[in-house]
């Protein structure tokens, strides 16, 4: 199959890998390289990254709502595109280039979770699952309807950065099998129980220790490892990266022992944290070099 593929981050590098063995990939579109590290030079994408090391031609549109990109796009004459973490909104003329349309991959049980976050979204609200959608696109946001569908069980302690791995492997198995099975059967989206990941907000990453210690721990793991909860210790911050409920109670904010920390119910052990221009840490190291006061802020 002649396939263009979209995506950018990470998460789309499985995908990319997986397709470009089975299939003749026409073109990779991804974000445009963006400035990054100290000195703020322009880096590509993983996608662009990978897509490169594979010799395959890639395309970075700013946007693809003018019509000369949409005249590049129809002129690769593709049977399909396949979608994953793209990170722009792709107009009804792309969407009916290609001959079979756009498929997207989408880390979330549809119609739950639908947008831009829907990994961290699901541990932080205490989802007992999550899975993986092959969905037809259309021109709403996650609405089109679904190909395949594959769950999976969120782990007690998992954390965004371990699903995040999972599902992308999840993804890359499940677009194989639904490009092999062609054509399938679409299924709306049933209209009760949609929800919206909406993009994580850096304003949300702030402990607060008043919580009850299961919203802690949620938020804790569900923002491991970007942008990462924290807590102020003196005037550093401490990024918590990982932790597990425990037995214990007092003050919120109340350093119990370690790094065991009472909540507004119950209490957290943060097994892992970063300090500010650190490495990521065990609890033991943290606590050889930052001297904890009674009471977190």
């Not at 662009?48 to 949409?70: I, K, M, N, T």
């Not at 997207?104 to 205490?126: E, K, Q, T």
């Not at 097994?271 to 650190?278: D, F, I, S």
Request: net charge neutral; hydrophobic share 45%; aromatic share 4%.
């Amino acid at each position: 199959m002649k396939i263009i593929f979209m995506g950018t981050p990470d998460f789309s590098v499985p995908v990319l890998e997986v397709l470009s063995q089975q299939h003749e990939i026409v073109a990779v579109y991804c974000q445009p390289p963006r400035p990054a590290g100290r000195g703020k030079a322009d880096r590509p994408s993983p996608v662009q990254a990978r897509a490169e090391a594979l010799g395959l031609v890639v395309r970075h549109p700013v946007s693809l709502r003018d019509a000369q990109a949409q005249h590049d796009f129809a002129a690769l004459e593709a049977d399909i595109a396949v979608v994953v973490a793209y990170g722009l909104i792709l107009p009804q003329t792309v969407l009916d280039a290609p001959r079979l349309g756009c498929l997207n991959i989408h880390a979330s049980l549809l119609p739950r979770w639908r947008g831009a976050a829907p990994i961290h979204r699901a541990i932080m609200a205490g989802d007992a699952e999550t899975g993986v959608c092959i969905m037809q696109m259309e021109a709403g946001l996650d609405t089109g309807p679904i190909l395949l569908c594959e769950s999976t069980a969120i782990a007690a302690n998992e954390t965004t950065a371990e699903l995040h791995d999972r599902l992308s492997a999840l993804g890359a198995r499940l677009i194989c099998d639904a490009l092999n099975r062609l054509p399938l059967v679409a299924t709306p989206q049933p209209s009760d129980g949609v929800t919206y990941a909406a993009k994580i907000d850096k304003a949300e990453a702030r402990v607060d220790w008043k919580k009850p210690a299961v919203e802690v721990d949620r938020l804790i793991r569900g923002l491991s490892p970007f942008p990462g909860a924290w807590c102020a210790v003196g005037p550093e911050r401490l990024k918590l990266l990982r932790s597990r409920l425990v037995d214990g109670g007092g003050q919120p904010g109340q350093v119990l022992h370690g790094l065991t920390i009472a909540c507004g119910a119950g209490a957290v052990e943060i097994t892992h944290a970063q300090r500010e221009g650190k490495r990521p840490m065990t609890a033991v190291e943290v606590l050889n070099g930052l001297k904890l006061p009674a009471v977190l802020a």
